[in-house]
Structures are given as C-alpha cells and as structure tokens.
C-alpha cells in the first residue's frame, strides 16, 4: 500500500522560507514519480513540482521557479520541498503524490494523473 504523509506547513511571512516533508516508503521511492500539488480556497489543484522515478529528472511549474527544491532522501524514505522567497499566493494546502514509474513516461510530469495522494498540509504566507 502506498502511504504518504506530509508535514511541515504552517504560517510564514512574505519572502519567508518553509520546507515540506512527505514521508513514505522505499518502495515508492524506488518504483514511483513524486510530485507535489497544492490547492487554495476557491482555486483548482495545480501541480507545483515532481520528480521522475524513471530518469530522476526534476520539473517545476513556472510560478515556483526558482524558488522551489524537491528534493527526496532515500536512507531517510523522504521527500522535501523546501520553498523559499514564499509570496501570499503560495498559500494553499499542500499534497504529496505519487504513481507508478518505471518506463519512459513521454507526457508532462505535471499535468500526469498521480494515483496516490496524501492528506495535504496547510501553507498560508501573511503578514
């Protein structure tokens, strides 16, 4: 069973830095993609940022950019996004997803429809 637990959210002022953390298994670090989506009030779930299983490459929509890092730790069975220069409109419940990866997936990391969802943590970035 493939089990995701996110962690790390809460309130931070504007240009703070917070990092999520999304606990799960060796197993799907080692057989799944990893993406990170979030969620604000009234707005559709958008992907922020994943990671491929398959060639380990990272992808990051275009308004984290630069500010955003996923990063994973296999010995630790975690994955992070340490986001930084945080602006009010990152505020949004975050999720950790994962689906299965290893072939060549030929479409867009972010827009792939992930099986796995954990139960989100919430970022709100305000004065």
């Known amino acids: 069973q493939v089990q995701l637990v996110e962690s790390g959210g809460g309130l931070v002022q504007p240009g703070g830095s917070l990092r999520l953390s999304c606990a799960t298994s060796?197993?799907?670090?080692?057989?799944?993609?990893i993406a990170w989506f979030r969620q604000a009030p009234g707005k559709e779930r958008e992907a922020v940022s994943c990671?491929?299983?398959?060639?380990?490459?990272?992808y990051y929509s275009d308004a984290v950019k630069g500010r955003f890092t996923l990063s994973r730790d296999k010995g630790k069975n975690m994955v992070y996004l340490q986001m930084t220069n945080l602006k009010p409109e990152d505020t949004a419940v975050y999720y950790c997803?994962?689906?299965?990866?290893?072939?060549?997936?030929?479409?867009?990391?972010?827009?792939?429809?992930?099986?796995?969802w954990g139960q989100g943590t919430q970022v709100t970035v305000s004065s």
């Open positions: 997803a994962a689906d299965f990866d290893v072939t060549y997936y030929s479409g867009s990391y972010l827009l792939r429809d992930y099986k796995y």
């Open positions: 060796r197993i799907v670090l080692d057989g799944y993609a």
């Open positions: 990671i491929s299983n398959y060639d380990g490459n990272t």
